[in-house]
Nanobody, 119 residues
Framework: QLQLVESGGGLVQAGGSLRLSCAAS????????MGWFRQAPGKEREFVAA????????NYADSVKGRFTVARDNTKNTVYLQMNSLKPEDTAVYYC????????????WGQGTQVTVSS
């Protein structure tokens, strides 16, 4: 069992930065690949970024490549999403999720944190 709690969301002007954190409970955090997703009002949830259990592999949605960076600290059971050069279209609720050994579906989700980018 893994519980995930996101933090770090807020209101920022276009061009600004935010860093989201996702703290996980449980002793086997380093057995999970982690992902960030987002859902804007009236839209489906979409993939943003992911990082392997070791942190050695990352991938990103095309819309955030070069602006967002995903990282993890397995000693702190935390995954981060550094978001730079934010745009109004990045406004959404951001969720972190966990996938055991990187297989199958993401089966643990946080409650989400709101990010609002003003123009």
């Amino acid at each position: 069992q893994l519980q995930l709690v996101e933090s770090g969301g807020g209101l920022v002007q276009a061009g600004g930065s935010l860093r989201l954190s996702c703290a996980a409970s449980g002793r086997t955090f380093n057995h999970y690949s982690m992902g960030w997703f987002r859902q804007a009002p009236g839209k489906e949830r979409e993939f943003v970024a992911a990082i392997s259990w070791s942190g050695g592999t990352t991938n990103y949605a095309d819309s955030v490549k070069g602006r967002f960076t995903v990282a993890r600290d397995n000693t702190k059971n935390t995954v981060y999403l550094q978001m730079n050069s934010l745009k109004p279209e990045d406004t959404a609720v951001y969720y972190c999720a966990a996938k055991f050994l990187g297989r199958g579906d993401y089966n643990y989700w946080g409650q989400g944190t709101q990010v609002t980018v003003s123009s």
